[in-house]
C-alpha cells in the first residue's frame, strides 16, 4: 500500500493557477475525466510535495462549513429547549402544569427528550442511504425531513401532540444529518488537518447553541406572546434551508464513495479539486491508490453471482459485516463508549436544564438566568474553537480527553457539595442574588465553576466526533458512525430525561453522580484509547492491529512470567526434596 507523502515546504507552488488546473476539471460535473498531461506538467508533478496550504485551502474550509450545518441543527435546537420550556408564552399556550410538579417535568422532560427517537431512527438508516446515494446526497434528505419537522413545531399552535411529532420527524434529520456530518468532512480531509476539519463540525455545534441560547434572551426580552416561542423555534429553518441548498448545489461527491461504486477516474477529479493540484500530480496518484487499494481489500470477491435468500442478504448487511469482526466490533464498543462518556460529563443536562440549576445556585429571575446560559455559551463556543484549531492535530486526542475529563471531574465535585451542603442549610433562599442578598465566596465559585466546566469540557468535546469519524475502514464508516452516533443519542435521551427529576429529587447528588462517571473516564482513555492523530483513514488498521498486538504481547509475558516462577518455584523444590533424600 502507498503511502501519502506530505511537506510542510510550499516547493512547486509557484505554479500559476491555470496551469495547476488545466487537469482538474470541476467535479460537480458529472462527466468522468481522464485528460493526459502535458509533458512539462507530468515532469513537473512527478517531483513535487504536496503544500500544507494545498492540504489546508479555501476550498475544503467552505465546504466543511457548509457541511457542518448539519451540527447546528444539533446545536440550536439542544440550546432553544432550555429557553422554551421557561417562557410563559409558551406555557400559556401549551396549558403547562404549574412548575415544580411531577406533571410539569413530566411534559417538559418529554418535549427536551422526544426529539431523540427521531434521531436513533435517522441515525439507523443514515448508512443505506450513504451506501447508495453518498454523503453528500444523503445530507440533502437529511435535510428535507429536518425541515418538515420544523415547520410542525413552529406551527403547532398550542397542540402538544403535533409538538411531539415535529420534534420526532425533525430528530430524524437531526440524527442523519449529525452522523453524516463528520464522515463527510473526514472523507473530503487529509491525516494532517482532519482533526481541525472535523472539529468545525462542534465549533458549529456551538456557534448554533450561541444563537440559540442568546435567541431566548431576546425574544423573552424584546417580544410578547406566542409569536416569542415561534420566532424561537422557527430559527431551526435557517441552517436546515443553507445545507439543503449546499448538498444540491455545492458540495462535491466524497471520493472514497466514487471509488466504491467504480467511478475512479471521478475520484482522480475531485481529489485534484481539493487539494489544488492537477489530477496527474503524484500525490493525488497516490492518495488515490491507497484509498483504491484500502477499498479492494475490505470488499469481499464478486466472483460468485449474488444470493437473493434473506440470510445471504443478512450476511451482507453492513451492521451484520461491522459485527462479525472482532476488531472491528471492538471499534465499535469503543466509540459507543466515548459517545456515553461525552454525556455523562452532565454536559447535555447543563445545556437543557441551565436555567434550573442556576436557581439552585441562588440566582433567581428568569431574564437573568437566561443572560448568565448566554455567557456560558459563549464561553463554550470560545473554547472549542481555540482547541479545534490549535489543540487537537497539535496534542493528540488522548491528552485532551485526559485533561478534560480531570477538569470536569473536579468541577463536578464542587458543585454536588455545595448545593448539597447549602440545601441542608437552607440558605438558598435566603442568600438570593435577586433579593440583594449576597450568595457568598462559595455561591459566586460555584457560579464560576459553571463556565469553568465549560471550558474543561469543550477542550475536547470535539474528539469523540472525530475519534469516530476515522476509526473505521471505508467500508464500515458509514455504519461504524451509525452506531456511535446511535450510542451518544441513546446516552443524550436518557440524561435529558433523567436530569430533570433527580434535579428535583437528590440535588447536589446529580453533580456527585456525573462527577463519579468522569472519574472512571479518565482511567477508561489512559488504559483503552489508542492515539490516531496524524494518521491516513486507511492506516487506521494499523494503529488498532499495533495496539491490539501490543496488548496480546503484554498479557502473553506476564502469563509467560507467571509461569517462569512457577517452574523456578518447581525447581527449587525439586532440589530441595533432593537434597534431602540425600541426607
Not at 139 to 161: D, H, K, N, P, R
Not at 241 to 250: D, M
Request: hydrophobic fraction near 45%.
Amino acid at each position: 500500500m502507498s503511502t501519502l507523502i506530505i511537506t510542510t515546504t510550499a516547493q512547486g507552488s509557484s505554479r500559476s493557477t491555470t496551469e495547476r488546473f488545466a487537469t482538474s476539471p470541476n467535479p460537480l460535473s458529472d462527466n468522468d475525466s481522464s485528460q493526459a498531461p502535458s509533458p512539462s506538467s507530468s515532469s513537473s508533478s512527478t517531483t513535487a510535495k504536496t503544500p500544507t496550504t494545498q492540504l489546508l485551502n479555501a476550498r475544503v474550509l467552505i465546504f466543511t462549513i457548509l457541511a457542518s450545518f448539519g451540527a447546528s441543527y444539533f446545536g440550536y435546537t439542544s440550546a432553544i429547549v432550555s429557553s422554551l420550556i421557561v417562557l410563559p408564552s409558551f406555557a400559556h399556550t401549551f396549558s403547562l402544569p404549574p412548575p415544580s410538579t411531577t406533571a410539569h417535568d413530566t411534559i417538559t422532560s418529554n418535549i427536551v427528550s422526544v426529539i431523540y427517537i427521531g434521531t436513533l431512527l435517522g441515525t439507523l438508516f443514515s448508512p443505506s442511504l450513504t451506501t447508495r446515494l453518498g454523503p453528500r446526497k444523503a445530507l440533502a434528505i437529511a435535510s428535507t425531513v429536518y425541515l418538515l419537522g420544523c415547520i410542525l413545531q413552529t406551527f403547532s399552535s398550542g397542540y402538544l401532540a403535533l409538538m411531539y411529532i415535529g420534534r420526532v420527524i425533525a430528530g430524524i434529520g437531526m440524527g442523519s444529518s449529525t452522523t453524516l456530518s463528520p464522515l463527510y468532512i473526514s472523507e473530503i480531509s487529509s491525516p494532517e488537518s482532519r482533526g481541525l476539519l472535523v472539529g468545525i463540525h462542534e465549533v458549529s455545534f456551538q456557534i448554533s447553541a450561541v444563537i440559540g441560547f442568546w435567541m431566548g434572551f431576546i425574544v423573552e426580552k424584546f417580544l410578547i406572546g406566542r409569536v416569542q416561542y415561534m420566532v424561537l423555534v422557527g430559527g431551526q429553518l435557517i441552517p436546515g434551508i443553507i445545507l439543503l441548498v449546499a448538498a444540491v448545489v455545492i458540495l462535491p461527491e466524497s471520493p472514497r464513495f466514487l471509488v466504491s461504486i467504480g467511478r475512479n477516474e471521478k475520484a482522480r477529479d475531485v481529489l485534484g479539486y481539493l487539494r489544488y493540484l492537477p489530477i496527474t500530480d503524484e500525490n493525488i496518484t497516490s492518495e488515490l491508490e491507497e484509498i483504491i487499494t484500502c477499498h479492494q481489500v475490505s470488499v469481499p470477491s464478486k466472483e460468485s453471482p449474488p444470493s437473493t435468500s434473506t440470510m445471504d442478504k443478512l450476511r451482507t448487511n453492513g451492521y451484520y459485516l461491522l459485527f462479525k469482526s472482532k476488531q472491528m466490533r471492538n471499534r465499535v464498543f469503543l466509540g459507543c463508549i466515548m459517545m456515553f462518556f461525552l454525556n455523562l460529563t452532565g454536559a447535555v443536562a447543563l445545556n437543557s436544564y441551565l436555567p434550573s440549576i442556576l436557581k439552585q445556585l441562588g440566582i433567581q429571575g428568569r431574564s437573568k438566568a437566561l443572560l448568565l446560559t448566554g455567557v456560558f455559551s459563549l464561553v463554550k463556543c470560545f473554547t472549542v474553537t481555540i482547541s479545534s484549531i490549535w489543540f487537537v492535530d497539535r496534542y493528540g486526542r488522548k491528552v485532551l480527553l485526559v485533561i478534560s475529563a480531570v477538569g470536569i471531574s473536579a468541577v463536578m465535585w464542587y458543585l454536588g457539595s455545595f448545593i448539597t451542603i447549602t440545601d441542608r442549610t437552607r440558605s438558598l433562599a435566603e442568600n438570593s442574588v435577586e433579593g440583594g442578598h449576597h450568595v457568598g465566596a462559595a455561591g459566586y465559585f460555584a457560579l464560576s465553576c459553571i463556565y469553568i466546566f465549560g471550558i474543561f469540557f469543550c477542550l475536547a468535546s470535539q474528539v469523540p466526533w472525530i475519534y469516530c469519524a476515522e476509526i473505521f475502514p471505508n467500508r464500515h464508516r458509514s455504519s461504524g458512525v451509525s452506531i456511535t452516533t446511535t450510542a451518544q443519542f441513546v446516552a443524550e435521551y436518557l440524561v435529558t430525561k433523567s436530569s430533570p427529576y433527580m434535579l428535583t429529587s437528590i440535588k447536589g447528588g446529580t453533580f456527585f453522580f456525573f462527577a463519579a462517571c468522569t472519574s472512571v473516564m479518565v482511567i477508561w482513555v489512559l488504559l483503552c484509547v489508542p492515539e490516531t492523530k496524524g494518521r491516513s483513514l486507511e492506516s487506521m488498521e494499523a494503529v488498532f492491529t499495533t495496539t491490539e498486538l501490543a496488548r496480546k504481547e503484554d498479557v502473553e509475558g506476564r502469563v509467560m512470567g507467571i509461569e517462569d516462577k512457577e517452574k523456578e518455584k518447581e525447581k527449587i523444590v525439586v532440589v530441595e526434596m533432593v537434597e534431602e533424600v540425600r541426607e
